[in-house]
């Protein structure tokens, strides 16, 4: 996936990021000058898309809440996302930060803490594709790929690609 790619040229430590996926095709007849800057040369394969950024979600608002009142033009083709959490390896052990703790902080520093680079992307079609990166082992070779890495952030996702009616 390209996008996770340019994620992680862009380093760790980023905002949550929202994109739209819209046909390569489409966006060089509404705008030539893309051309050169995609690398495509002014043609574009009929079922290429091309990652467009959108504004950043608000930091304050939870993702769940962002997402639910997001919605796309049908010009958009499908969405994605990338985020970075912080995991927790399994344990047989209930964990929870104590009373006042500061959650994060307090995650951190607990034994098989991980971070972890989320992208999840979604088209109208109904087809899905995730990946993960885990900064532990950052090396393009370690991505893991597949449909339902994240199976609850792309049944998000795509609920923001539904009509309304």
Same mark, same amino acid.
């Given at each position: 996936?390209?996008?996770?790619?340019?994620?992680?040229?862009?380093?760790?430590?980023?905002?949550?990021?929202?994109?739209?996926?819209?046909?390569?095709?489409?966006?060089?007849?509404?705008?030539?000058?893309?051309?050169?800057?995609?690398?495509?040369?002014?043609?574009?394969?009929?079922?290429?898309?091309?990652?467009?950024?959108?504004?950043?979600?608000?930091?304050?608002?939870?993702?769940?809440?962002?997402?639910?009142?997001?919605?796309?033009?049908? $010009?958009?083709?499908?969405?994605?996302?990338?985020?970075?959490?912080? &995991? =927790?390896? %399994?344990? +047989?052990?209930?964990? @929870?930060?104590?009373?006042?703790?500061?959650?994060?902080?307090?995650?951190?520093?607990?034994?098989?803490?991980?971070?972890?680079?989320?992208?999840?992307?979604?088209?109208?079609?109904?087809?899905?594709?995730? $990946?993960?990166?885990?900064?532990?082992?950052?090396?393009?070779?370690? &991505? =893991?790929? %597949?449909? +339902?890495?994240?199976? @609850?952030?792309?049944?998000?996702?795509?609920?923001?690609?539904?009509?309304?009616?």
């Amino acid at each position: 996936m390209g996008l996770e790619r340019h994620a992680a040229q862009q380093g760790w430590d980023q905002p949550i990021r929202v994109y739209a996926l819209v046909p390569t095709a489409d966006l060089l007849e509404r705008e030539p000058a893309l051309a050169e800057m995609l690398g495509v040369g002014g043609d574009a394969a009929p079922d290429e898309l091309t990652p467009v950024e959108q504004e950043p979600l608000p930091s304050e608002v939870p993702i769940e809440e962002s997402l639910g009142r997001m919605a796309w033009p049908e $010009a958009v083709t499908g969405c994605a996302l990338v985020m970075e959490r912080l &995991v =927790l390896k %399994g344990s +047989d052990e209930t964990l @929870a930060p104590p009373q006042g703790a500061d959650v994060g902080e307090w995650a951190r520093g607990q034994d098989g803490a991980e971070e972890i680079r989320m992208v999840a992307g979604v088209l109208r079609d109904g087809s899905r594709h995730s $990946a993960l990166r885990m900064r532990s082992h950052d090396s393009d070779d370690q &991505v =893991l790929n %597949g449909q +339902d890495l994240v199976p @609850a952030l792309t049944s998000a996702l795509a609920l923001t690609l539904e009509d309304d009616e």
